[in-house]
């Protein structure tokens, strides 16, 4: 193995100089093109035989191996919608929390249309249910403090 500060390191663009000694010259080649866009869902089989449920990614070419990377990102919300089910509106949060299942399950489908529609959906639906719960801690607290009366 040779030591690195015996090594010269040329380009392969520029020609080796005259009188410079061409038995340790470790030529870099510039890297290939990786990545090929695609606009819809490429079916690659893993190694189990299964066709990867990832909806519209791009393909990184790594030699002969294809790799499909995930570029889309629809947020199914689903722990907001639990932890809302849980501490804030309880009934606006279980519509939140459907809708983000619903959501989950058309992200496996590859539906990313009705995906994006359950998501926005189930974002109004925290939303709704984070501001109900805030509002109904602050009604609470101003009756046991006496300053309002709930009648």
């Given at each position: ?147 309002i009366h709930l009648?």
């Amino acid at each position: 193995m040779l030591p690195v500060n015996d090594a010269q390191y040329i380009s392969p663009n520029k020609d080796n100089q005259t009188g410079q000694p061409t038995d340790n010259v470790v030529t870099h080649e510039p890297p290939p093109t990786y990545t090929q866009f695609n606009s819809h869902p490429v079916p690659v089989l893993s190694q189990n035989g299964q066709i990867p449920s990832l909806p519209y990614g791009y393909v990184v070419m790594a030699g002969a191996q294809q790799i499909i990377v995930n570029q889309v990102n629809v947020s199914d919300y689903l722990i907001w919608s639990i932890l809302n089910s849980l501490f804030c509106l309880w009934p606006v949060g279980i519509l939140a929390t459907v809708m983000s299942v619903i959501t989950k399950k058309k992200k496996a489908n590859c539906d990313l249309e009705g995906a994006r529609k359950f998501s926005i959906l189930a974002g109004v639906f925290n939303i709704l249910s984070t501001l109900g719960g805030i509002i109904l801690f602050i009604l609470i607290s101003l009756h046991f403090s006496g300053q309002i009366h709930l009648s």
